[in-house]
T-cell receptor
């Protein structure tokens, strides 16, 4: 059973470009969470999705950031018009059901904006 | 929303000694408290978790205690080894959906 798969592992974008981060949850998991980790800081919740639904996006910046989890395919975190402050590690986690269950993390995507 | 505070931010111990990391949370509705270990450049990995219906849980050299009244929980690592060196994060969840609120991390260094 493959773990949570994220790609790419490393992504370099110039200011103003778009970044697309992908996350395939573990088999059988229908809940996906995105977290952002700035250098030498903790993980900050961004968004919680189920298939075709955004459940909680309270941690998402109001502009330039969006997320989706379509019926088929991976979850996508999209950052438009990236700025240097977007440079961070973005981790995806998945779990099999909603409450009080272990969240398994992917290896993360390290975004560098130059 | 939930706020989790974690102390200390850095901790150095001699190999074989015990290490204790403490966290407090603010939302009394939180009922799930995992601890993650993160090595440099790698993903967070769950090492132990506790739910609000128990006060203590142990797994070999690792134990976690929870005091719901005081809203704090602690990680205890006994007989520390160099491979325990990493950043440890506490988290709280369950109070509002399934998102986790993380502490700011503790850099543990186990010295020979």
């Amino acid at each position: 059973n493959a773990g949570v798969m994220q790609n790419p592992r490393h992504l370099v974008r110039r200011r103003g470009q778009e970044a697309r981060l992908r996350c395939s949850p573990m088999k059988g998991h229908s809940h996906v969470y995105w977290y952002r980790q700035l250098p030498e800081e903790g993980l900050k919740f961004m968004v919680y999705l189920q298939k075709e639904n955004i459940i909680d996006e309270s941690g998402m910046p109001k502009e330039r950031f969006s997320a989706e989890f379509p019926k088929e395919g991976p979850s996508i975190l999209r950052i438009q018009q990236v700025v240097r402050g977007d440079s961070a590690a973005y981790f995806c986690a998945s779990s099999p059901r909603q409450e009080n269950t272990e969240a398994f993390f992917g290896q993360g995507t390290r975004l560098t904006v130059v | 929303g939930e706020n989790v505070e974690q102390h200390p931010s850095t901790l150095s111990v001699q190999e074989g000694d015990s290490a204790v990391i403490k966290c407090t949370y603010s939302d009394s509705a939180s009922n799930y408290f995992p601890w993650y270990k993160q090595e440099l450049g790698k993903r967070p990995q769950l090492i132990i978790d506790i739910r609000s219906n128990v006060g203590e849980k142990k797994d070999q050299r690792i134990a976690v205690t929870l005091n719901k009244t005081a809203k704090h929980f602690s990680l205890h690592i006994t007989e520390t080894q160099p491979e325990d060196s990493a950043v440890y994060f506490c988290a709280a969840g369950g109070g509002g959906g399934n998102k986790l609120t993380f502490g700011t991390g503790t850099q543990l260094k186990v010295e020979l």
